[in-house]
């Protein structure tokens, strides 16, 4: 089947620190991968996303690859901001379904304090 | 500039009660869907469609029920709420060239439920 996870947080980082979420997946067939991005109140929004294996995505500083050898898609960004405070979500398409649904990972809170 | 609009954005329940939650899209998305979104789980899917009269099962889909009668609109219902439906939904929907091509997903601001 299909599964997405992801370290667990919250995750607390000075300003300027460097960040890593982890994220590593099981899936069936070869799916996309993204990055979600949820600030408080408000629903998800895409960050990035890699379609195919070693493709690295990128987006307001933030960058992951696709690593089918490892099946990860690790999140980085090398200094974060206290505006990048949020729950960060690992996903997964499914093309098995037909229609590319969606699969999450528990999400992992991030708080940035300056 | 809408995108998914959902409500309502809070509702509270007694165990029994029915209610639907509504979800309407203004971009021409073909698919649309219905996630639950509870603590240490992530989103977890419902239903979904790929278009105006389909609709399918997700992951969860017990004791909610969907129906696609246009393009635009996307209702879930609870038929009789549980305590364990207490959580928040979101709305999402993205286009037809998604549906191979992977696309998008975009979501609406969730609505809070409880189920007392």
């Known amino acids: 089947g299909n599964s997405v996870t992801q370290m667990e947080g919250p995750v607390t980082l000075s300003e300027e620190a460097f960040l890593t979420i982890n994220c590593t997946y099981t899936a069936t067939g070869y799916p996309s991968l993204f990055w979600y991005v949820q600030y408080p109140g408000e629903g998800l929004q895409l960050l990035l996303k890699a379609t195919k294996a070693d493709d690295k995505g990128s987006n307001k500083g933030f960058e992951a690859t696709y690593r089918k050898e490892t099946t990860s898609f690790h999140l980085e960004k090398g200094s974060v901001q206290v505006s990048d405070s949020a729950v960060y979500f690992c996903?997964?398409?499914?093309?098995?379904?037909?229609?590319?649904?969606?699969?999450f990972g528990t999400g992992t809170r991030l708080t940035v304090i300056p | 500039n809408a995108g998914v609009t959902q409500t309502p954005k809070f509702q509270v329940l007694k165990t029994g009660q029915s209610m639907t939650l509504q979800c309407a899209q203004d971009m021409n998305h073909e698919y649309m869907s219905w996630y639950r979104q509870d603590p240490g789980m992530g989103l977890r899917l419902i239903h979904y469609s790929v278009g105006a009269g389909i609709t399918d099962q997700g992951e969860v889909p017990n004791g909610y029920n969907v129906s696609r009668s246009t393009t635009e609109d996307f209702p879930l219902r609870l038929l009789s709420a549980a305590p364990s439906q207490t959580s928040v939904y979101f709305c999402?929907?993205?286009?037809?060239?998604?549906?191979?091509?992977?696309?998008?997903?975009?979501f609406g601001e969730g609505s809070r439920l409880t189920v007392l």
């Open positions: 999402a929907s993205k286009s037809t060239g998604a549906l191979r091509i992977t696309g998008e997903l975009f």
């Open positions: 996903a997964l398409s499914d093309p098995g379904t037909g229609a590319n649904n969606l699969f």
